[in-house]
């Protein structure tokens, strides 16, 4: 349990500090391109995704999210102890890789997002974006587990440019980048809104994996 916990706590910490800092990164060298910014945000992320769950997934499962969690709990892969505790890690882990971002960068290393980001359009997006993680991760599991790392890391790359929210699809994420005002943040009053609609999306991709594969229809 120690080793799952280290491990979900890292990687999540891992997660955020590239996101964050790669959204940093991009911004200050793309010269006011936003377009830029969001390719070089996207890349790193993907590769960094990839790397984490190859090399986490052993270990703890590589959830770094809290609805991934929930769905193995749901699953009775894990117990209600176990549960809590992966997700204590990953709201630690993912608060404090955005401060080792803004120390790698010389910022304040507590801030308050100031991105809106709000109204129906980014509710749609964020639900659509976890619907689809959480089907990417339910089926490659089943019918391609050894490239769930490829499958998950390619599916956010493309969620980040076709939805309009720019896919945080994952709680721990999202009050992680609460904490920043820097490219990738958001208005902690957004936040709330996203979560909801993160958990309607997870909702919707469990029952449709269920449907699609048989693998899970008796779950």
Known sequence: MGRKLLSEGIGTLLLLAIVAGS???????????????????????ACGLYVLISMLGPISGAHFNPLVSIIAWRDRSIDGSTLLALI????GGGVLGVGLAHAMFELPLMQWGIQTRTGMAQLLAEAVATAGLILTIRLFSVHRPMQVATGVASYIAAAY??????????????????????????????????IAAQISGAFIGYFLAKKLSPAFSKL
């Open 88 to 91: 204590t890690a990953q709201l």
């Open 161 to 194: 440019w076709f939805t309009a929210s720019t896919c945080f699809a994952n709680p721990a994420v999202t009050i992680a980048r609460s904490f920043t005002a820097t490219f990738s943040g958001i208005h902690p009053g957004d936040a709330p809104g996203f």
């Open 23 to 45: 959204g940093i990164m991009g911004e200050r060298l793309s010269g006011g391109n936003s377009a830029i910014a969001l390719l070089a945000n996207t890349l790193a992320t």
